[in-house]
């Protein structure tokens, strides 16, 4: 593995892809209405800078200096380096870079965003946080996110993580925070999906649902989200923006991958490449890829859905299996999600990003190749983005450069390892999905 030096500098603004879009984000819909969401609405649910910054029209929006010092604190820069190993073993003529976000403390991507929430939300004067989490990345870096700034945590986990994953909840007790699975008996609509079901292995759209709930009976407590809504991807961009400098020391890249779940770590990456495609300056093609028993991408249409199971959020307009949908309990569990980020399902639906989709085995033999090359253990997540790296590769006829996003490492997915390694993993493809109305 040859490492590329990284540049010191952390980025001082994100960058915010609305104005660049080949066409306006349509407005959320109000869940009692149908019409357009009152901005007004979100302020009880959200922080009120984050209700700015999702409809913001700035280009650019300046990351506060008190979180630029934490993003340093964490881990920022992240490294970016070259799969050399991984290169020979393919017998690749492309040359293979990858962005490591498991190199920030809570071993992913998603501490960028979650600092960035808890700041806004302790300048407001919010005294506690409510989120959901799939894998429990989110909730981890939520969780430390809070500790940081003295604001207190409750994360619900979906259930089928909750069982495969208990070192998460180690760790997020271990910051603190509270975590319950879900669906659980705290809430309304957590005990609704018991009674249909005792053993529901949750998801993140039923997760989400209980966490808004818990939200709405405290005037002290606001929601935050981990993917999907434009914000959180904005502030993901800080890791695209870096790679861009770090690769200036290299070579430009051909093609940019990342995994797909709600679209954080990949818009995170690929956002600001996306920029200079849409201004014409650059040819650059974008691969994302996704779990076949959720595929969102590939085989959800595009229409407004909410983006929770009970029906409590704003509907958005995006491509989705229907919140409804039963997501299989696959061990990568930040990508168990209905559906997209509508400024991702944009970009798909104009030809800019090409989504593919893979069976978790064949996922985990390429995370097995990459560990044994490479030194890594992906997450299940980021695994679905070497996948997509290796086929690529093997494919490539010329020299080309791929550029892709380790959102995150799998040291606390060993679970899932175990069960692949013993041959005991099933894959899921389901036949059907919700039928939904084309809007």
Not at 416 to 437: N, Q, R, S, T
Request: a negative charge; glycine letters at 10%.
């Amino acid at each position: 593995m040859k490492a590329v030096l990284t540049d010191e500098k952390i980025p001082g603004r994100w960058y915010n892809i609305l104005p660049d879009l080949p066409e306006p984000l349509a407005p959320p819909l109000d869940p009692e209405t149908d019409e357009p969401m009152e901005p007004g609405k979100l302020l009880r649910i959200f922080a009120g800078e984050l209700v700015r910054q999702e409809m913001s029209g700035e280009r650019y929006i300046e990351i506060p200096k008190e979180v630029r010092a934490l993003y340093a604190k964490i881990g920022r820069p992240t490294p970016l380096f070259r799969a050399t190993n991984l290169e020979k073993a393919l017998g690749t003529p492309a040359r293979i870079y990858f962005k490591y976000e498991g190199a920030t403390v809570t071993g992913s991507h998603k501490i960028n965003t979650a600092l960035a929430q808890a700041y806004y939300a302790k300048k407001q004067g919010i005294e506690r946080l409510v989120t959901e989490t799939g894998a429990g990345q989110w909730g981890t870096a939520l969780s430390l996110a809070g500790a940081l700034l003295g604001l207190k945590i409750r994360v619900y986990m979906a259930r089928a993580s909750y069982q495969q994953k208990p070192y998460r909840k180690t760790i997020m007790r271990l910051y603190g925070a509270e975590i319950y699975p879900s669906p659980s008996d705290r809430t309304e609509i957590g005990r609704k999906f018991l009674a249909e079901d005792p053993e529901h292995p949750g998801g993140l759209g039923i997760a989400i649902s209980e966490a808004i709930e818990d939200v709405l009976r405290d005037e002290n407590a606001r929601y935050s989200l981990g993917s999907v809504l434009n914000h959180v991807l904005m502030h993901q961009t800080v890791i695209g923006l870096e790679a861009m400098e770090q690769m200036k020391e290299f070579e430009e890249p051909d093609v940019i991958i990342g995994c797909v779940g709600g679209g954080s770590n990949f818009a995170g990456l690929a956002y600001p490449f996306v920029r200079d495609v849409l201004k014409g300056k650059e040819d650059y093609e974008f691969v994302a890829a996704e779990p076949k028993a959720a595929p969102s991408m590939t085989r959800g249409i595009y229409t407004y859905d909410y983006g929770d199971s009970g029906g409590y959020t704003p509907k958005m307009r995006m491509h989705t299996l229907g919140h409804t949908y039963y997501v299989p309990p696959i061990h990568a569990g930040g990508l168990r999600y209905h559906g997209l980020a509508p400024t991702l399902s944009i970009l798909i639906n104009h030809g800019i990003v090409k989504p593919v989709a893979y069976h978790q085995n064949e996922v985990f033999r390429a995370a097995e190749l990459f560990a044994r090359t490479e030194g890594i253990v992906p997450a299940p997540e980021s695994a679905h983005a070497v996948k997509a790296v290796v086929d690529r590769a093997l494919k490539a006829r010329k020299e080309e450069v791929i550029l892709f996003n380790l959102s995150g490492h799998g040291l606390l997915d060993l679970k899932g390892y175990g069960d692949y390694l013993d041959g005991k993993l099933e894959d899921y493809e389901p036949d059907e999905f919700p039928a939904l109305k084309d809007g």
